[in-house]
């Protein structure tokens, strides 16, 4: 393992935390067998650990890429819209239209167009709440959740957040799908550890509802939040991610009061690959090398 001490101003970490402060920065070449189980080659991985001050990588000049958020932007999306008032809640429920939506590349076919390798999702096909639609990773609902919003509302918070390269694109319904917006690993983070805080320009119920909505696992003292996306464009291979913090709770005692205090100890991270077209068992194998990185650093164990 290789530390560099930095000091890092409005840039960022590298790129995405933000703040001035040192901040380790170490690289883990070490964690590369955790990638190689899963045969796959072309990835980073990078965790922000909040105590500490340290941020940890593997594949820096990855994680300093920018790339289509595809449905991580979900985050952001439903911030927007509760901040907006567009959704009250995280129970808003739209209703399905009752035409099966079909996607290529990550754009909406129209009516009567060609399907052929084009994929849909029975899930996404009926009524269903913020918080249902999150789960599935529904694209139709934050598709009409954007036109919702707008272009002069959703720019507004893209510009104000700093998010990624902020590019719309023209498109209020495809920009985070068809490569318009693009944002780093290591900026995810940042925004990530933004959320946690509530520091985001949002409502700290904004922000909550969301970070509920994240919430993927609990083990005792321990919380895994986290939201996936897979990004898939012609003629290249595709981008998945999984972005989110972990939580674990330290139960020490205060030695002026003698008194047991609970500690937070929160992990931000971004996990970041690609595959070919043709990959098998995608959805498993992410969640998997997820859990088998946050082993390897010590964070949780899996």
């Known amino acids: 393992m290789r530390k560099i001490a930095v000091m890092f101003t409005g840039i960022g970490l590298v790129l995405g935390l933000g703040a001035c402060s040192d901040v380790r920065i170490n690289d883990h070449e070490e964690w590369k067998p955790v990638f190689d189980k899963y045969q796959i080659t072309n990835a980073c991985f990078e965790y922000y650990d909040n105590n500490k001050e340290e941020a940890n990588f ?89 036109r919702r919003i707008g272009i002069k509302e959703m720019q507004h918070f893209l510009d104000t957040v700093q998010y990624g390269n902020m590019n719309i694109g023209g498109v209020i319904d495809e920009f985070w799908l068809n490569d318009s917006l693009k944002i780093t690993p290591d900026e995810q983070v940042g925004f990530m550890k933004r959320l946690y805080h509530d520091e985001l320009p949002f409502s700290p119920r904004s922000q909550r509802i969301v970070k509920g ?69 995608v959805v498993e194998t992410r969640k998997k090398l997820l859990h088998d990185l946050l082993t390897e650093v010590g964070i949780h164990k899996y």
């Open 213 to 281: 909505m994240m919430l993927q696992e609990t083990d005792g003292d321990y919380r895994l939040y986290y939201k996936t996306g897979w990004s898939s464009q012609p003629g290249r291979e595709d981008i998945i991610w999984v972005v989110g913090y972990a939580e674990t709770v330290h139960r020490l005692k205060n030695p002026k009061t003698n008194q047991i205090q609970a500690i937070p100890h929160p992990y931000f991270f971004a996990l970041n690959y690609s595959i070919p077209k043709n990959a098998q068992n």
């Open 58 to 146: 593997y594949n820096k000049l990855r994680c300093s890429e920018r790339m289509s958020p595809a449905s991580t932007f979900k985050i952001f999306n439903s911030l927007v819209a509760l901040e907006t008032g567009v959704a009250l809640d995280e129970q808003m429920l739209i209703k399905f239209d009752g035409k099966t939506k079909f996607y290529r590349n990550g754009k909406l076919l129209k009516q009567g167009e060609d399907t052929t390798g084009a994929f849909t999702m029975p899930e996404w096909n009926k009524d269903l709440t913020m918080t249902q639609a999150f789960k599935v990773s529904a694209v139709p609902y934050y598709q009409e959740l954007a």
